[in-house]
Each structure stands twice: as structure tokens, then as C-alpha cells.
């Protein structure tokens, strides 16, 4: 089940489902500026490709079904980039020993799960193949989504001047993406729905907030997710190890 979670929680975060803001209401658009609601969606991701410096907070409420029960998880994950060093943090309210703190600055791994605290030199191009597969910058975060997976697209213009669209993404083409990318020995009993996404941005095409909702089933176990993430801090982040982490269990090589 914890491997099941953890597999959920990485498609959250590779889903790119950012903070939802609330919707006031307004008028049905079919172009802004002559582009159409895609377009304006993969140019706000353009505007963040590339960022090395930034903070993506995301939070999950994840119900898990299995033999006609249901429980309600709810997951908070933040990440940090800062050049080359990273720092990330989830806390799960379901089971604290999911709970887990990591940080890698100047080419050392530092982690805390489980009650265990270690530390492990690792080169960057090694630290990247291994933990980060869908890449170093917010390129890598953010999903540039093809416009033939777009469905049943909505383009609103809010009575506060912000705009979202909302729209349906095959979920049978993302498991194909995601089968191809570092997680796929792990997909090949899984289902996803159709993933459903609400993409906020102003009228200069700046990336709002996002909201994402979907399903996914391995083996009888489903769970579905309402997650939500927001880009912040961009150029003022900064991340620093504990005092004491220095001390903490050398791992390196095993890791």
C-alpha cells in the first residue's frame, strides 16, 4: 500500500497540479490576443521552463477505495531549487513514517525518513539520474502538455481580469508518457482516468494557479485525488542543511 501511495504521489507532482484559486464567475472566450486556450496554456509554461530558482508547494487529498472502504489521506510536498541544491519535504497525515525531509547541497544528500538521519556524497549528473528524472529545472516540474490531448476545453474570462480554462487530458496518453519516463517499471498495472485540469494565468499569458483532479486503480485499489501546487519565490530561494546533519549516518556509495 505505501508503494502504491508513493507511486500516486509522483504522478501528482509530475501531473503539475498547481494552487486552485477561487472562481468568480465570467464571460465564455473562444481566443484572447487570436490564440486559442492551449496555446495560452503552453506559453505560460514557456514564460517557466528553465528556472533554477524557485518553490513548488503541493497539496493532495487522496481518497483510497479497497473492498467497499474508503480513507481520506491528505499529503502536503514542497520543493526547493536553488541552483543545484534542492530541498524536499512531505508530510502525510495518515502515516507519520511516510513522512520524509531531504535536502542536496554542494553534491552531498542529506535525508530524514523513518526515524533515520543520513547523509551521502553523490556527483549532480548522478543526483539527477537518479532522484530527479523529469529534469533539474522547472521545465522538469511543469508538464508541457501536446494539444491533441486536449478535451472538452472551456476558456472563461473572470469578472476580477483573470482568465482560466478548463480542460480534460487523456488519461490514456499520459500513462503512455508516464510509462516512458523514469517511473515506468512501476506503471504496468495501472489505470488512469482522464485527468481534469483548471489552469489560471492574466491576460500577458502569466502562470496562475492550477488544480487537477483524477483516478487511478492497481490491483482492486483506487484512489483519487484532488492536488493542488503553486510556483513561488522565484529568484529569492534559498535552502540550508541542519546544524547538526553533518553528524547524521554516511551513506555514500548506497545510496
Known amino acids: 500500500m505505501k508503494k502504491f501511495l508513493s507511486l500516486m504521489l509522483c504522478i501528482i507532482m509530475i501531473a503539475a497540479t498547481f494552487s486552485l484559486v477561487a472562481c468568480n464567475g465570467g464571460e465564455d472566450l473562444t481566443k484572447l490576443n487570436g490564440k486559442t486556450a492551449e496555446q495560452i496554456y503552453n506559453e505560460a509554461?514557456?514564460?517557466?521552463?528553465?528556472?533554477?530558482?524557485?518553490?513548488?508547494?503541493?497539496?493532495?487529498?487522496?481518497?483510497?477505495?479497497?473492498?467497499?472502504?474508503?480513507?481520506?489521506i491528505d499529503v502536503k510536498t514542497v520543493s526547493k531549487m536553488d541552483g543545484q541544491n534542492v530541498y524536499v519535504k512531505v508530510d502525510n497525515d495518515m502515516d507519520a513514517s511516510a513522512n520524509m525531509e531531504a535536502w542536496y547541497v554542494d553534491e552531498v544528500f542529506y535525508g530524514e525518513a523513518a526515524?533515520?538521519?543520513?547523509?551521502?556524497?553523490?556527483?549532480?549528473?548522478?543526483?539527477?539520474?537518479?532522484?530527479m528524472p523529469e529534469g533539474a529545472t522547472a521545465e522538469g516540474a511543469l508538464m508541457q502538455i501536446p494539444e491533441a490531448w486536449f478535451k472538452d476545453?472551456?476558456?472563461?474570462?473572470?469578472s476580477d481580469g483573470m482568465y482560466y480554462i478548463e480542460f480534460v487530458v487523456s488519461g490514456e496518453d499520459y500513462l503512455t508518457y508516464m510509462q516512458n519516463s523514469a517511473l515506468g517499471s512501476m506503471l504496468s498495472n495501472i489505470a488512469i482516468?482522464?485527468?481534469?485540469?483548471k489552469v489560471y494565468f492574466d491576460k500577458d499569458a502569466n502562470l496562475g494557479d492550477i488544480v487537477t483532479e483524477f483516478s487511478m486503480t492497481e490491483q482492486g485499489v483506487k484512489?483519487?485525488?484532488?492536488?493542488?501546487s503553486k510556483i513561488s519565490n522565484i529568484g529569492t530561494t534559498t535552502i540550508t542543511v541542519p546544524e547538526e546533519a553533518n553528524s547524521w549516518n554516511d551513506l555514500t556509495g548506497l545510496v
Open 153 to 158: 476545453t472551456k476558456f472563461i474570462k473572470t
Open 193 to 197: 482516468d482522464d485527468i481534469s485540469y
Open 45 to 72: 509554461l514557456d514564460k517557466v521552463k528553465g528556472l533554477t530558482n524557485f518553490e513548488l508547494e503541493a497539496t493532495a487529498t487522496i481518497l483510497m477505495e479497497l473492498n467497499n472502504q474508503t480513507q481520506t
Open 223 to 228: 484512489m483519487t485525488a484532488t492536488a493542488v
Open 115 to 131: 526515524g533515520q538521519k543520513f547523509k551521502a556524497e553523490i556527483t549532480y549528473e548522478d543526483y539527477v539520474e537518479k532522484y
